[in-house]
Protein backbone atom coordinates (compact mmCIF):
# COMPACT_ATOMS: atom_id res chain seq x y z
CA UNK A 1 0.00 0.00 0.00
CA UNK A 2 1.14 3.15 -0.98
CA UNK A 3 1.29 5.53 1.72
CA UNK A 4 2.71 8.72 -0.46
CA UNK A 5 2.96 8.88 -3.98
CA UNK A 6 4.21 11.94 -6.29
CA UNK A 7 3.67 12.26 -10.10
CA UNK A 8 5.62 14.83 -11.58
CA UNK A 9 6.11 17.21 -9.22
CA UNK A 10 7.89 20.48 -10.14
CA UNK A 11 9.02 22.88 -7.50
CA UNK A 12 10.10 26.57 -8.71
CA UNK A 13 11.81 29.22 -6.26
CA UNK A 14 10.86 32.01 -8.34
CA UNK A 15 12.22 31.55 -12.51
CA UNK A 16 14.53 28.87 -10.96
CA UNK A 17 13.57 25.06 -11.43
CA UNK A 18 14.56 23.37 -8.23
CA UNK A 19 12.59 20.12 -9.02
CA UNK A 20 11.70 19.30 -12.74
CA UNK A 21 9.28 16.20 -12.59
CA UNK A 22 10.06 13.85 -10.06
CA UNK A 23 7.52 10.64 -9.45
CA UNK A 24 8.11 8.34 -6.34
CA UNK A 25 6.49 6.38 -3.86
CA UNK A 26 6.80 5.39 -0.32
CA UNK A 27 5.14 2.04 0.77
CA UNK A 28 3.98 0.71 4.39
CA UNK A 29 7.13 -0.88 5.76
CA UNK A 30 9.45 0.80 2.98
CA UNK A 31 12.42 2.49 3.77
CA UNK A 32 13.52 4.23 1.05
CA UNK A 33 15.81 6.94 0.08
CA UNK A 34 16.48 10.04 -2.08
CA UNK A 35 20.08 10.76 -2.90
CA UNK A 36 22.29 13.33 -4.74
CA UNK A 37 24.89 15.93 -4.59
CA UNK A 38 24.10 19.56 -3.02
CA UNK A 39 21.56 21.68 -4.34
CA UNK A 40 20.33 18.36 -6.72
CA UNK A 41 16.78 19.78 -5.13
CA UNK A 42 16.28 16.90 -2.33
CA UNK A 43 15.29 18.95 0.84
CA UNK A 44 12.75 21.00 -1.52
CA UNK A 45 10.86 17.74 -2.41
CA UNK A 46 11.03 16.59 1.20
CA UNK A 47 9.87 20.62 2.10
CA UNK A 48 7.31 20.21 -0.58
CA UNK A 49 6.06 17.14 0.82
CA UNK A 50 5.28 18.42 3.90
CA UNK A 51 4.31 21.80 2.94
CA UNK A 52 7.06 24.24 3.57
CA UNK A 53 7.19 25.02 -0.60
CA UNK A 54 4.45 24.65 -2.75
CA UNK A 55 4.58 22.69 -5.06
CA UNK A 56 4.42 24.22 -8.75
CA UNK A 57 2.84 21.36 -10.80
CA UNK A 58 1.80 18.06 -10.14
CA UNK A 59 0.18 15.37 -7.83
CA UNK A 60 1.01 14.69 -4.57
CA UNK A 61 -1.27 11.90 -2.80
CA UNK A 62 -0.73 11.45 0.61
CA UNK A 63 -2.49 8.80 2.34
CA UNK A 64 -0.94 8.36 5.53
CA UNK A 65 -2.39 9.71 8.65
CA UNK A 66 0.09 11.77 9.95
CA UNK A 67 4.01 12.52 8.40
CA UNK A 68 6.14 14.09 10.10
CA UNK A 69 9.92 15.38 9.24
CA UNK A 70 13.56 15.76 10.89
CA UNK A 71 15.33 19.01 9.41
CA UNK A 72 18.56 18.25 7.46
CA UNK A 73 19.96 20.80 10.51
CA UNK A 74 18.84 18.76 13.58
CA UNK A 75 20.61 21.33 16.30
CA UNK A 76 19.04 24.44 14.70
CA UNK A 77 15.93 22.59 14.77
CA UNK A 78 15.97 22.57 18.08
CA UNK A 79 15.51 25.32 20.70
CA UNK A 80 18.97 26.82 21.97
CA UNK A 81 16.84 28.37 25.12
CA UNK A 82 14.92 25.31 25.63
CA UNK A 83 16.35 21.89 27.48
CA UNK A 84 15.31 18.76 26.27
CA UNK A 85 12.43 18.45 28.70
CA UNK A 86 11.27 21.35 27.63
CA UNK A 87 11.24 21.03 24.20
CA UNK A 88 9.54 17.79 24.61
CA UNK A 89 7.13 19.30 26.88
CA UNK A 90 5.75 21.99 24.86
CA UNK A 91 5.24 19.33 21.96
CA UNK A 92 3.11 16.83 23.54
CA UNK A 93 1.19 19.54 25.38
CA UNK A 94 0.89 21.72 22.92
CA UNK A 95 1.54 20.13 18.88
CA UNK A 96 -0.54 20.66 16.42
CA UNK A 97 -2.26 16.69 15.84
CA UNK A 98 -0.43 15.20 19.06
CA UNK A 99 -2.72 13.20 20.76
CA UNK A 100 -3.66 14.49 24.35
CA UNK A 101 -3.10 10.82 26.57
CA UNK A 102 -3.71 10.24 29.93
CA UNK A 103 -0.13 9.14 30.02
CA UNK A 104 1.35 11.55 32.79
CA UNK A 105 3.65 13.61 30.82
CA UNK A 106 6.65 12.78 32.28
CA UNK A 107 6.45 9.33 31.36
CA UNK A 108 5.90 9.96 28.26
CA UNK A 109 8.71 11.94 27.77
CA UNK A 110 10.85 8.92 29.17
CA UNK A 111 9.20 6.40 26.88
CA UNK A 112 9.85 9.10 23.80
CA UNK A 113 13.58 9.18 24.68
CA UNK A 114 13.30 5.69 25.28
CA UNK A 115 12.54 5.03 21.46
CA UNK A 116 15.49 6.50 20.36
CA UNK A 117 17.67 4.89 22.71
CA UNK A 118 17.98 8.26 25.62
CA UNK A 119 17.94 8.13 29.27
CA UNK A 120 16.57 10.53 31.79
CA UNK A 121 19.84 11.96 31.44
CA UNK A 122 19.40 15.17 28.99
CA UNK A 123 16.44 16.09 30.25
CA UNK A 124 17.86 19.32 32.28
CA UNK A 125 19.91 19.80 28.94
CA UNK A 126 20.15 22.39 25.95
CA UNK A 127 20.96 21.34 22.82
CA UNK A 128 24.58 23.08 22.82
CA UNK A 129 25.39 20.24 25.69
CA UNK A 130 24.73 17.75 23.55
CA UNK A 131 26.47 15.58 20.43
CA UNK A 132 25.16 16.12 17.24
CA UNK A 133 24.00 12.35 17.29
CA UNK A 134 22.20 12.91 20.49
CA UNK A 135 20.60 16.18 19.24
CA UNK A 136 19.27 14.10 16.24
CA UNK A 137 17.76 11.29 18.17
CA UNK A 138 16.18 14.19 20.18
CA UNK A 139 14.47 15.24 16.80
CA UNK A 140 13.57 12.07 16.11
CA UNK A 141 11.57 11.71 19.68
CA UNK A 142 9.95 14.88 19.55
CA UNK A 143 8.80 13.68 15.76
CA UNK A 144 7.64 10.43 17.08
CA UNK A 145 4.89 12.50 19.58
CA UNK A 146 3.27 13.08 16.65
CA UNK A 147 2.85 9.60 16.12
CA UNK A 148 3.56 9.44 12.92
CA UNK A 149 3.05 6.76 9.85
CA UNK A 150 5.90 8.44 7.40
CA UNK A 151 9.03 9.80 8.58
CA UNK A 152 10.75 12.26 6.48
CA UNK A 153 14.76 12.08 7.77
CA UNK A 154 16.51 14.89 5.94
CA UNK A 155 20.36 14.03 5.94
CA UNK A 156 19.67 12.44 9.42
CA UNK A 157 23.86 11.77 9.77
CA UNK A 158 25.31 13.87 7.57
CA UNK A 159 26.56 15.91 10.20
CA UNK A 160 27.40 13.35 12.52
CA UNK A 161 30.91 11.07 13.04
CA UNK A 162 31.17 8.13 10.80
CA UNK A 163 30.95 6.06 13.79
CA UNK A 164 27.34 7.41 15.20
CA UNK A 165 26.07 7.48 11.62
CA UNK A 166 25.62 3.88 11.95
CA UNK A 167 23.89 3.86 15.12
CA UNK A 168 21.17 6.49 14.10
CA UNK A 169 20.48 4.60 11.00
CA UNK A 170 20.20 1.94 13.03
CA UNK A 171 17.42 3.37 15.34
CA UNK A 172 15.74 4.56 12.06
CA UNK A 173 15.50 0.67 10.72
CA UNK A 174 14.72 -0.23 14.57
CA UNK A 175 11.88 2.26 14.56
CA UNK A 176 10.02 1.18 11.43
CA UNK A 177 9.92 -2.26 12.92
CA UNK A 178 8.88 -1.02 16.48
CA UNK A 179 7.13 1.97 15.46
CA UNK A 180 5.36 0.92 12.59
CA UNK A 181 7.25 3.77 10.40
CA UNK A 182 8.01 4.04 6.64
CA UNK A 183 11.01 6.34 6.22
CA UNK A 184 11.77 8.50 3.71
CA UNK A 185 15.82 9.01 4.25
CA UNK A 186 17.47 11.64 1.91
CA UNK A 187 21.18 11.81 1.62
CA UNK A 188 24.31 13.30 -0.77
CA UNK A 189 26.00 10.19 0.55
CA UNK A 190 25.03 6.99 -1.20
CA UNK A 191 26.79 4.15 1.43
CA UNK A 192 23.93 5.91 3.74
CA UNK A 193 21.80 4.87 1.64
CA UNK A 194 22.87 1.68 0.02
CA UNK A 195 22.79 -0.90 3.60
CA UNK A 196 19.49 1.03 4.88
CA UNK A 197 17.43 1.87 2.26
CA UNK A 198 15.12 -1.03 0.50
CA UNK A 199 14.59 1.42 -2.83
CA UNK A 200 16.45 4.72 -3.67
CA UNK A 201 16.11 7.32 -6.23
CA UNK A 202 18.72 8.99 -7.68
CA UNK A 203 18.76 12.52 -7.92
CA UNK A 204 20.82 14.93 -10.29
CA UNK A 205 19.94 18.41 -11.19
CA UNK A 206 15.61 18.45 -10.12
CA UNK A 207 15.41 15.09 -11.80
CA UNK A 208 15.38 11.42 -11.12
CA UNK A 209 18.56 9.99 -12.95
CA UNK A 210 18.36 6.12 -11.66
CA UNK A 211 16.10 4.48 -9.23
CA UNK A 212 15.43 0.72 -8.12
CA UNK A 213 15.66 -1.88 -5.59
CA UNK A 214 18.82 -0.79 -3.51
CA UNK A 215 21.47 -3.72 -4.58
CA UNK A 216 20.17 -3.31 -8.25
CA UNK A 217 21.06 0.63 -8.35
CA UNK A 218 24.12 -0.23 -7.00
CA UNK A 219 24.78 -3.42 -8.91
CA UNK A 220 23.74 -1.94 -12.24
CA UNK A 221 23.44 1.42 -12.41
CA UNK A 222 21.78 3.23 -15.10
CA UNK A 223 22.98 6.36 -15.44
CA UNK A 224 26.68 8.16 -16.24
CA UNK A 225 25.90 10.20 -13.10
CA UNK A 226 25.41 7.11 -10.45
CA UNK A 227 28.11 5.07 -12.24
CA UNK A 228 30.26 7.99 -11.11
CA UNK A 229 28.35 8.45 -7.35
CA UNK A 230 29.06 4.90 -6.76
CA UNK A 231 32.72 4.98 -8.29
CA UNK A 232 33.50 8.17 -5.77
CA UNK A 233 32.70 5.58 -2.68
CA UNK A 234 36.06 3.71 -3.01
CA UNK A 235 38.09 6.90 -3.27
CA UNK A 236 36.97 7.86 0.11
CA UNK A 237 37.82 3.98 1.51
CA UNK A 238 41.19 4.01 -0.72
CA UNK A 239 42.21 7.78 0.98
CA UNK A 240 41.19 6.21 4.24
CA UNK A 241 43.39 3.04 4.13
CA UNK A 242 45.84 5.27 2.49
CA UNK A 243 46.14 7.40 5.76
CA UNK A 244 46.91 4.22 7.94
N1 LIG B 1 14.23 29.22 -0.62
C1 LIG B 1 14.93 29.13 -1.75
N2 LIG B 1 14.95 30.12 -2.66
C2 LIG B 1 15.64 30.03 -3.81
N3 LIG B 1 16.38 28.96 -4.16
C3 LIG B 1 16.41 27.94 -3.31
C4 LIG B 1 15.69 27.96 -2.06
N4 LIG B 1 15.90 26.77 -1.43
C5 LIG B 1 16.71 26.07 -2.24
N5 LIG B 1 17.03 26.75 -3.35
C6 LIG B 1 17.86 26.27 -4.47
O1 LIG B 1 17.25 25.11 -5.00
C7 LIG B 1 18.23 24.12 -5.31
C8 LIG B 1 17.91 22.85 -4.56
O2 LIG B 1 18.06 23.09 -3.16
P1 LIG B 1 17.82 21.94 -2.10
O3 LIG B 1 17.98 22.54 -0.75
O4 LIG B 1 16.56 21.25 -2.40
O5 LIG B 1 19.05 20.98 -2.41
P2 LIG B 1 19.56 19.69 -1.67
O6 LIG B 1 19.62 18.61 -2.68
O7 LIG B 1 18.76 19.46 -0.45
O8 LIG B 1 21.06 20.08 -1.28
P3 LIG B 1 21.92 19.76 0.04
O9 LIG B 1 22.47 18.37 -0.16
O10 LIG B 1 22.99 20.79 0.02
O11 LIG B 1 21.04 19.86 1.24
C9 LIG B 1 19.57 24.75 -4.95
O12 LIG B 1 20.13 25.26 -6.12
C10 LIG B 1 19.23 25.85 -3.99
O13 LIG B 1 20.14 26.90 -4.08
MG1 LIG C 1 19.17 19.44 1.55
Request: hydrophobic share 40%; aromatic share 4%; net charge positive.
Given at each position: MSLLTVTDLHVNYGKFK???????????????????QSGSGKSTIAKTLVGIEKK?????????????????DAVGS????????????E????????????????ERITRLLSYVGLSDAVLNQYPREMSGGQCQRVSIARALAFNPDVLIADEPVSALDVSVQ??????LRELRDSQNLSILIIAHDLAVVKNICDRVYVMHKGLFVDEGKSEEVFTK??????????????????SLNARK
Open positions: AVKGVSFNLNKGEIVGIVGSAGEITVSAKSIQMVFQLNPRMTIRATLNVIRHGKGVERSSEPIEAKVLNLPKSEYTKALIAAVPDVER
